[in-house]
């Protein structure tokens, strides 16, 4: 009979082997972040509900539709709270909040760790999901761009995704985007009986959403769509232009797209996905960002600009699988420390405890079993050593098995942690 209870829909339990996935790419993550300069922080997991409505825009689906809102239970306080559903309106409010902006500038921060959202579950999208977050915030670009954006493409290189391509584009600024937008809506008014529902209640609320809708009827007119590209003003197309330009000076490979606009109301200018290749769509977007110089004075701070990037682990997790690549697993023990007397735990506890003391990652068989049967359970768990404790322990010595190789010697204890250390599996 299955269990009655279960991990809420949209969820999953992230098992050892699977935490080991996610381990590596948060190494990686956190390796990038340092030696580019960016400096660790945690926000809340809930925040105010105006810090995303504000922030990411009440009319967008991230609000309107998939907003995990949060109610106390108990007390008198009737705040409206909601898990975060993305890291860098959080982050921006904790600069305005904080006082960051008289750190030196720019403020390069990253976090990394789960995000919410009420969202309909299927494959590579969860309720609750892992991102990997960077903020540059305090620089207008066009330099820091193309740096976040190497960034960005270095971590899915350095995680073993090969196939991974860059599109980009320009959304424009409040100098250029109205004029562009009263374009757009007069397009898709000319179009409207040919808008499904859903994109017409969008025209109403954030036509620039319809570029980036997933329905096919949309695909025909989407594609007569005057082109933001095409009008952006003089100053947006001269930071779009350098952007390119430093990107080709990096070797960076792109893709133009000007239907990308991203699915948040705070970007301007610079906006950015990355796929696998030939899995182009919402739903195979590996990660992205853009520029937000709005975004801070949204949240109550003055007019910085800020650019920075989230990028899905749990679908390079997937991706990484379904490109075959070796997935790492739950870490072994360097050894098992066993014994002749099935009875003698404490014996094994005691001498595994100076091993830990020691810097290694050693287990003790607190079972009260034979040898063998302790063997075998050392040998199923990927030990590379065994420590049998037996006679040889009155004068001071163990037996040390080599459980891929077979041989086995006395070692002295006091030899025995920098032995283990020599010896350990590369």
Same mark, same amino acid.
């Given at each position: 009979? &299955?269990?009655?209870?279960?991990?809420?829909?949209?969820?999953?339990? $992230?098992? &050892?082997?699977?935490?080991?996935?996610?381990?590596?790419? @948060?190494?990686?993550?956190?390796?990038?972040?340092?030696r580019?300069?960016?400096?660790?922080?945690?926000?809340? =997991?809930?925040?105010?509900?105006?810090?995303?409505?504000?922030?990411?825009? #009440?009319?967008?689906?991230?609000?309107?539709?998939? *907003?995990?809102?949060?109610?106390?239970?108990r007390?008198?306080?009737?705040?409206?709270w909601?898990?975060?559903?993305?890291?860098?309106?959080?982050?921006?409010? !904790?600069?305005?909040?904080h006082?960051m902006?008289?750190?030196?500038?720019?403020?390069k921060?990253?976090?990394?760790?789960?995000?919410?959202?009420?969202?309909?579950?299927? /494959?590579?999208?969860?309720?609750?999901?892992?991102?990997?977050?960077?903020?540059?915030?305090?620089?207008?670009?066009?330099?820091?761009?193309?740096?976040?954006?190497?960034?960005?493409?270095?971590?899915?290189?350095? /995680?073993?995704?090969?196939?991974?391509?860059?599109?980009?584009?320009?959304?424009?600024?409040? #100098? +250029?985007? &109205?004029?562009? =937008?009263?374009?757009?809506?007069?397009?898709?008014?000319?179009?409207?009986?040919?808008?499904?529902?859903? @994109?017409?209640?969008?025209? @109403?609320?954030?036509?620039l959403?319809?570029?980036?809708?997933?329905?096919p009827?949309?695909?025909?007119?989407?594609?007569?769509?005057?082109?933001?590209?095409d009008?952006? +003003?003089?100053?947006?197309?001269?930071?779009?232009?350098?952007?390119?330009?430093?990107?080709? /000076?990096m070797?960076?490979?792109?893709?133009?797209?000007?239907?990308?606009?991203?699915?948040?109301?705070?970007?301007?200018?610079?906006?950015?996905?990355?796929?696998?290749?030939? !899995?182009e769509?919402?739903?195979?977007?590996?990660?992205?960002?853009?520029?937000?110089?709005?975004?801070?004075?949204? $949240?109550?701070?003055?007019?910085?600009?800020?650019?920075?990037?989230?990028?899905?682990?749990?679908?390079?997790?997937?991706? =990484?699988?379904?490109?075959g690549?070796? %997935?790492?697993?739950?870490a072994?023990?360097?050894a098992?420390?066993?014994?002749?007397?099935?009875g003698?735990?404490?014996?094994?506890?005691?001498?595994?405890?100076?091993?830990?003391?020691?810097?290694?990652?050693?287990?003790?068989?607190?079972?009260v079993?034979? *040898?063998?049967?302790?063997?075998?359970?050392?040998?199923?768990?990927? /030990?590379?050593?065994?420590?049998?404790?037996?006679?040889?322990?009155?004068?001071?010595?163990?037996?040390? %098995?080599?459980?891929?190789?077979?041989?086995?010697?006395?070692?002295?204890?006091?030899?025995? &942690?920098?032995?283990?250390?020599?010896?350990?599996?590369?």
């Amino acid at each position: 009979m &299955p269990p009655s209870l279960r991990a809420p829909r949209g969820t999953r339990d $992230l098992l &050892p082997d699977e935490q080991a996935a996610f381990a590596r790419l @948060e190494r990686i993550a956190r390796d990038l972040a340092a030696r580019y300069g960016y400096h660790e922080m945690e926000t809340p =997991l809930f925040e105010q509900a105006a810090v995303f409505e504000r922030g990411i825009g #009440a009319a967008t689906d991230v609000v309107e539709k998939e *907003l995990f809102r949060v109610t106390p239970s108990r007390g008198e306080e009737r705040e409206a709270w909601a898990l975060r559903p993305e890291a860098t309106a959080g982050i921006c409010r !904790a600069y305005v909040e904080h006082g960051m902006q008289t750190w030196p500038q720019p403020v390069k921060v990253t976090v990394t760790g789960p995000m919410f959202r009420y969202d309909r579950p299927q /494959a590579g999208r969860y309720r609750q999901f892992w991102q990997w977050d960077i903020e540059a915030i305090g620089d207008p670009g066009p330099a820091v761009d193309a740096e976040v954006v190497e960034l960005a493409a270095r971590f899915y290189r350095d /995680a073993g995704l090969a196939d991974v391509e860059l599109i980009l584009n320009s959304i424009g600024d409040p #100098a +250029c985007r &109205p004029a562009y =937008l009263a374009d757009l809506v007069a397009h898709y008014r000319a179009n409207e009986a040919r808008l499904p529902e859903l @994109e017409r209640r969008r025209l @109403e609320t954030n036509p620039l959403r319809l570029l980036d809708s997933k329905d096919p009827a949309m695909a025909e007119v989407n594609a007569g769509a005057p082109r933001i590209t095409d009008r952006l +003003c003089p100053a947006c197309a001269e930071h779009f232009a350098a952007v390119r330009a430093h990107l080709d /000076a990096m070797g960076v490979a792109y893709h133009l797209e000007p239907g990308l606009v991203r699915g948040l109301d705070y970007y301007t200018r610079t906006a950015f996905e990355f796929y696998r290749r030939g !899995a182009e769509g919402q739903q195979q977007a590996l990660g992205g960002g853009g520029r937000y110089d709005g975004l801070i004075q949204l $949240l109550g701070g003055k007019p910085t600009p800020g650019i920075g990037f989230a990028l899905g682990l749990d679908r390079v997790v997937l991706a =990484l699988a379904s490109a075959g690549a070796t %997935r790492p697993t739950a870490a072994a023990p360097v050894a098992v420390v066993v014994g002749a007397d099935p009875g003698d735990t404490q014996g094994r506890l005691r001498i595994a405890t100076e091993l830990r003391g020691a810097g290694l990652p050693v287990r003790a068989d607190l079972a009260v079993r034979k *040898l063998g049967r302790q063997l075998e359970a050392a040998v199923r768990e990927g /030990a590379q050593f065994a420590v049998i404790l037996g006679d040889e322990l009155v004068a001071g010595e163990v037996q040390l %098995r080599d459980l891929d190789g077979g041989s086995q010697k006395a070692v002295p204890l006091a030899d025995l &942690p920098a032995l283990l250390r020599r010896k350990v599996r590369g």
